[in-house]
């Protein structure tokens, strides 16, 4: 199982960008993913996931601005970011659990057990 991110690298606040995380070795229809970032001398934290029916939950920072979503077709997942303030600067990682369990949820980054290699997001002016 690979997990590849891209369409990181940097922008402007109030500005959008879309993440795109392919995956290969695996479908991802039908199970839990997750982006998670971390910024410099912070924690890991939880952004968005979507379960295995394709219900989303976002942090509370991220709400009303990202958007994550699944292209069963394309094998990929998405991260739609709009809004974009400075404080979203962090490397993004996509995260999934090939297992199709019940359990998604961002504050359990354990339970995923295949990660990305991330994608720079930067954002400043």
């Known amino acids: 199982v690979q997990l590849v991110e891209s369409g990181g690298g940097s922008f402007q606040p109030g500005g959008s960008l879309r993440l795109s995380c392919v995956a290969s070795?695996?479908?991802?229809?039908?199970?839990?993913m997750a982006w998670f970032r971390q910024a410099p001398g912070k924690e890991r934290e939880g952004v968005a996931r979507?379960?295995?029916?394709?219900?989303?939950s976002y942090a509370d920072f991220v709400k009303g601005r990202f958007t994550i979503s699944r292209d069963n077709a394309k094998n990929t997942l998405y991260l739609q970011m709009n809004n974009l303030k400075p404080e979203d600067t962090a490397m993004y990682y996509c995260?999934?659990?090939?297992?199709?369990?019940?359990?998604?949820?961002?504050?359990?980054?354990?339970?995923?057990?295949?990660w990305g290699q991330g994608t720079q997001v930067t954002v400043s002016s």
């Open positions: 979507i379960d295995i029916f394709g219900s989303t």
């Open positions: 070795g695996y479908t991802v229809s039908g199970t839990c």
């Open positions: 995260a999934a659990d090939t297992r199709r369990r019940l359990e998604c949820r961002l504050d359990t980054p354990w339970q995923y057990n295949y």
